[in-house]
């Protein structure tokens, strides 16, 4: 087996190869004569699609608009990785007193499935970035991670909603085929013209009814109306401009970039630029800033980290800004789509339920390896795999997934117990994987809402401590016990091959367990 200490020491530079060149952009890379889109508003209508437009969706104004902050992080998911996200947001609260939520637009070499599921469980949302890391992937890169995901972390495959590509490379065939397996979203195409230029390509979140209208440049074979996929969204990635304007982009990880072309990343150039580009969105018409992250370049517990305490300080003291800025939300992509889709204004977001932060209401002294760590404790199965050994709640493999074959069969050896993987009908936090029960029924699936009033004129309340369930949070019956309680939309019907492969891996799941009795 590779031992421990050599992996850690290997996974910075798998980062590094991974996210080197993920995510860069150099100049503009769509203009309204490259574009040429059109769009009827007449027939082109919320929640299911919605114009390619700078203006705020709904028709609200922007002084009527929240100022939306997403923040997305790239790649496996592992200790180090979360610790790099937790530094920035696990002490922020959103005007409403809930700790912001992110999206992991997740890939799986090196991915710790177990963390995957307390991430979910956690309130985030866990996208597809494929299995293995692959620009403008094949079909069983995509369809594979869902399955993994679904088997090993136990997300539900209707919550896995979105979809970004490894190094932002895509093509026409690509977004075809997320509509084909029933994706809601992606957000691969870039924003690169500052909203301050008249042919600014940052529009709100778009559905591809009448095609594509970002990347017009880059490309090939989209936009002018194509490709036309009715209720499939894009929601575009925003970058970032120095003071040398268009000329100066920046999209991923911008503090690792030289600012103002220069030769040497500086740290109050970066916090400069960053805060720029936010007050135009800000003061403009409102879309949304983008923090879009490689999270193992600010890992500082990764072994041989090599961030500075200046670029992890100057990152939070933009946070710390950006959040003073009144009505301010840092959202994941999932939340953010879900505003785009049902706006509403600033004076009604206190019951706007996907910015809420309802958590499920499990007893902390039941043994169930459920993703909430204080039930799962010593429950975990490790899968001590050479290249990449993990932990996980839902049954080792006999070998590692791959593309080709992403539901292995259940190993029964070295005291592994064959586990039973989530069902359709229960939420991951409810689900007991080694009894195969889900813990509650259409009656008691509780959920604790810990939202809060919004102060008044939207006041930004953050900071402020969020009410325990002694002073204040609420229980409440689900309506839905078995939607997650992240608030993910459902995913249309997986087409056959996503569900064959699926079921080679109950019917191998079976098979163990058989073998199992039969040894008894």
Wanted: proline share 9%.
């Amino acid at each position: 087996m590779l031992p421990t200490t050599l992996l850690a020491a290997f996974l910075p530079l798998l980062g590094y190869v991974l996210a080197q060149d993920d995510g860069s952009v150099t100049g503009p890379t769509s203009s309204a004569s490259a574009a040429g889109y059109s769009c009827d508003a007449t027939k082109c209508k919320l929640p299911d699609c919605n114009c390619a437009s700078t203006d705020p969706p709904g028709g609200l104004s922007p002084e009527d608009t929240p100022m939306f902050l997403v923040f997305t992080a790239d790649d496996a998911v592992q200790t180090y990785t979360l610790d790099a996200v937790n530094q920035f947001l696990a002490h922020r609260k959103n005007p409403n007193g809930c700790q912001p939520k992110m999206t992991y637009y997740t890939s799986l070499n090196y991915t710790n499935y177990t963390l995957v599921t307390d991430w979910y469980v956690a309130g985030n949302e866990i996208a597809d970035h494929t299995m293995t890391h692959v620009g403008t992937p094949p079909e069983d890169e995509v369809t594979g991670n869902l399955i993994a995901l679904n088997q090993l972390a136990g997300i539900p495959l209707k919550s896995i909603i979105g979809f970004r590509a490894p190094y932002l490379n895509y093509s026409v065939d690509t977004l075809k085929m997320l509509a084909s397996l029933g994706f809601t979203y992606d957000s691969s195409a870039s924003a690169a013209t500052p909203v301050t230029e008249d042919d600014t390509d940052a529009f709100w979140p778009y559905s591809l009814d009448y095609g594509m209208a970002n990347d017009c440049l880059t490309v090939d074979n989209i936009c002018k109306g194509e490709p036309k996929l009715p209720g499939f969204w894009e929601i575009p990635m925003y970058a970032m401009f120095d003071n040398r304007g268009v000329d100066g982009v920046h999209l991923m990880d911008p503090w690792l970039d030289a600012a103002n072309g220069e030769n040497a990343v500086n740290d109050t150039a970066t916090l400069e630029y960053m805060k720029n580009t936010f007050t135009a969105h800000y003061k403009g018409k409102r879309q949304p800033f983008g923090l879009y992250t490689h999270p193992i370049h600010v890992s500082t517990t990764v072994p041989g980290a090599t961030v500075s305490n200046s670029t992890i300080q100057m990152i939070n003291d933009f946070l710390d800004w950006a959040q003073e800025q009144p009505n301010t939300w840092i959202v994941s992509s999932e939340q953010l789509l879900a505003w785009v889709r049902n706006p509403v204004p600033l004076s009604q977001l206190d019951t706007f339920e996907p910015l809420k932060c309802s958590t499920p209401a499990v007893d902390p002294s039941l043994k169930i390896c459920n993703g909430i760590p204080q039930n799962e404790a010593g429950l975990l199965d490790h899968c001590a795999f050479s290249d990449f050994p993990f932990y996980t709640c839902y049954g080792c493999p006999e070998e590692p997934p791959t593309p080709s074959n992403p539901s292995p069969p259940q190993s029964t050896e070295s005291g592994h117990q064959t586990r039973f993987r989530l069902p359709a009908n229960c939420s991951t936090p409810f689900w007991d994987p080694l009894k195969g029960d889900c813990i509650c029924n259409s009656s008691t699936c509780a959920f604790t809402d810990q939202s809060r009033p919004i102060g008044p004129n939207g006041a930004n309340l953050t900071g402020d401590e969020v009410p325990t369930s002694g002073d204040g949070a609420q229980s409440s019956q689900s309506a839905n016990p078995y939607v997650p309680f992240n608030g993910a939309a459902p995913l249309a019907a997986l087409p056959a091959g996503v569900w064959s492969a699926m079921l080679v891996g109950v019917v191998g799941a079976l098979v163990g367990a058989f073998g199992v009795l039969a040894r008894v």
